[in-house]
């Protein structure tokens, strides 16, 4: 079982910047894929990032040039940078671990943001 407890959610403004962290219960070296999905009231959840063991990274087209993803395998953690925040990135922010490049193994709770004036 892996627990990760997302965190750094919070209210901002067009523009802004944010930095969302999901730290894990275990060791992450080993894990294939680490990311990120959103999700908004009646949508389905949609990947916004991911990066692999090797460092490898993933965005989708309306992140790219303004989003990174992150790996500390010495913390366990996996961070996501948001900068140019857009009213449209308010959602609710999944980390998930994937263990063998195919299907999300484990979610974490979610972490709100938004963004708004």
């Known amino acids: 079982q892996v627990q990760l407890v997302e965190s750094g959610g919070v209210l901002v403004q067009p523009g802004g910047s944010l930095r969302l962290s999901c730290a894990a219960s275990?060791?992450?070296?080993?894990?294939?894929?680490m990311g990120w999905y959103r999700q908004v009231p009646g949508k389905q959840r949609e990947l916004v990032a991911a990066i692999t063991n090797g460092g490898n990274t993933n965005y989708a087209d309306y992140v790219k040039g303004r989003f990174t993803i992150s790996r500390d395998n010495a913390k366990n953690t996996v961070f996501l940078q948001m900068n140019s925040l857009k009213p449209e990135d308010t959602a609710v922010y999944y980390c998930?671990?994937?263990?063998?490049?195919?299907?999300?193994?484990?979610w974490g709770q979610g972490t709100r943001v938004t963004v708004s004036s």
């Open positions: 275990v060791r992450i070296f080993s894990i294939y894929v």
């Open positions: 998930f671990v994937d263990f063998h490049g195919s299907n999300a193994d484990y």
